[in-house]
């Protein structure tokens, strides 16, 4: 099983950046798929951003060519570098382990607190 905490968040201007960081404790980080997701307010949790054990990454449309999704395994760390920042990329990010589904992928642990991330205009 794998336990996360995230950090990295805070206030920016549009256009900025951040990097936020996933620390995983537990023998099991090494092989686990890993994703950012984001909730926005009043927002279902979606997925920003996956990697795999293997480092494969995927990302979604609104992320492409601006995020990018990274991990470190000698120090549990899943990364997400974020650029460009846009004010829709306001919420609170989390990660997460993931699991291949039949129509893409699913969170497979538990939520943690997030970081939150705000973006003005």
């Known amino acids: 099983q794998v336990q996360l905490v995230e950090s990295g968040g805070g206030l920016v201007q549009a256009g900025g950046s951040l990097r936020l960081s996933c620390e995983a404790s537990?023998?099991?980080?090494?092989?686990?798929?890993m994703a950012w997701y984001r909730q926005g307010s009043g927002e279902q949790r979606e997925l920003v951003a996956g990697?795999?054990?293997?480092?494969?990454?995927n990302y979604a449309d609104s992320a492409k060519g601006r995020f990018t999704i990274s991990r470190d395994g000698a120090k549990k760390t899943v990364y997400l570098q974020m650029d460009n920042l846009k004010p829709e990329d306001t919420g609170v990010y989390y990660c997460?382990?993931?699991?291949?589904?039949?129509?893409?992928?699913?969170?497979?642990?538990?939520w943690g607190q997030g970081t939150q991330v705000t973006v003005s205009s």
């Open positions: 990697i795999t054990y293997g480092g494969t990454t």
């Open positions: 537990g023998r099991d980080f090494i092989i686990s798929h």
């Open positions: 997460n382990t993931i699991q291949r589904t039949m129509t893409g992928w699913a969170p497979l642990g538990s």
